[in-house]
């Protein structure tokens, strides 16, 4: 597996905020708002890859990205279909993790 | 921007008024074009209108521009979804509160009062073309240090502001809208419904 660096220091502090801050305010909201706050916070991840990632997996990477990006705010006013993505969502950077460690399975047995 | 004149009869001024009412949206893409000061002195004026328990006053308004410190705030604030170029952030003033005998861990008024300013602050920006985002999930101790509060001023509402950028708000098929009025609203009594037209 590459073990390029794809998070820089600054942004690594930012995301170390944030996910301290997720935690105090995860003590009063509501307990689904913290799977919202784990979701944004794989987003803001994958912005920092994107920003210094390799090609490889940018194409995956960016789709998947907008696709949480969109579907996150489901949280909001469609909570079932927020839940149903999350579901979801898991599978398919399984998926990428596979492709990446050359585990992907031929076309024909893929399930 | 629409304003009322005073040839405008009363249903004109209420349709500019409900039309921003019914289009103000969340706006969670800004671009990178800084906002006006005269933009953003007429957002904090819709701000200084709105309406307020008693008429005490207990909020500030605090104006953050700086990228470095918006992106500090940022940080700490799990609600900021957006990267808004601006930010007005309402601050309780727990020393006018002291004045005014205001007891804040009792008196629920104050948060209708942060929220009548969010508002029409928000409805404001829309008017001017611009866009806004609320943010009520940060933490107060990590933007108290971000943006140096002293003690005595405690952050309450986050509005980021900023120019829209282009959004697209994907539902799914069948996902909930905004509620009816009838689903909101009652008629004299509780359970009774709005009277047909």
């Given at each position: ?18 996910l ?13 708002y ?13 912005d ?25 705010v ?11 993505f999350l ?22 047995t893929?399930? | ?15 500019v ?33 709105a309406?307020?328990a ?26 900021m ?36 300013a ?47 950028a282009?959004?697209?708000r ?28």
């Amino acid at each position: 597996m590459a073990e390029k660096m794809v998070v820089s220091e600054d942004e690594a502090y930012e995301l170390l905020a944030h996910l301290v801050a997720s935690a105090e305010i995860c003590t009063f909201e509501p307990h689904y708002y913290g799977t919202f706050r784990l979701i944004d916070a794989a987003s803001r991840l994958m912005d920092c890859m994107l920003r210094h990632g390799s090609n490889g997996s940018r194409a995956w990477l960016e789709a998947f990205k907008q696709e949480v990006d969109q579907k996150k705010v489901w949280m909001m006013w469609d909570r079932e279909g927020y839940f149903q993505f999350l579901r979801e969502a898991t599978g398919k950077v399984a998926e990428a993790l596979k492709q990446r460690e050359g585990l992907a399975e031929p076309a024909s047995t893929a399930r | 921007m629409a304003t009322a004149t005073p040839e405008q009869t009363t249903s004109q001024r209420a349709e500019v008024v409900l039309d921003v009412i019914r289009t103000r949206r969340v706006v969670r893409s800004f671009t990178d074009e800084p906002i006006s000061d005269a933009d953003l002195r007429t957002i904090l004026e819709a701000g200084r209108w709105a309406l307020s328990a008693g008429n005490r006053r207990i909020n500030k308004f605090l104006v953050v521009q700086d990228p470095k410190r918006i992106r500090l705030v940022r940080a700490v604030s799990p609600g900021m979804l957006a990267r808004p170029t601006a930010l007005i952030v309402i601050l309780t003033d727990t020393e006018k509160a002291a004045r005014e005998q205001v007891q804040l861990d009792k008196d629920l008024n104050t948060w209708i009062d942060v929220g009548t300013a969010a508002q029409n602050m928000s409805l404001m920006a829309h008017a001017l073309g611009l866009g806004s985002c609320p943010a009520t999930s940060f933490s107060r101790s990590g933007v108290a240090a971000a943006l140096a509060l002293p003690p005595t001023m405690l952050p309450e509402f986050i509005l980021q502001l900023g120019h829209p950028a282009p959004q697209q708000r994907v539902m799914r098929p069948g996902a909930s809208t905004r509620l009816p009025i009838d689903a909101l609203t009652f008629w004299e009594r509780v359970g009774q419904p709005l009277p047909r037209r």
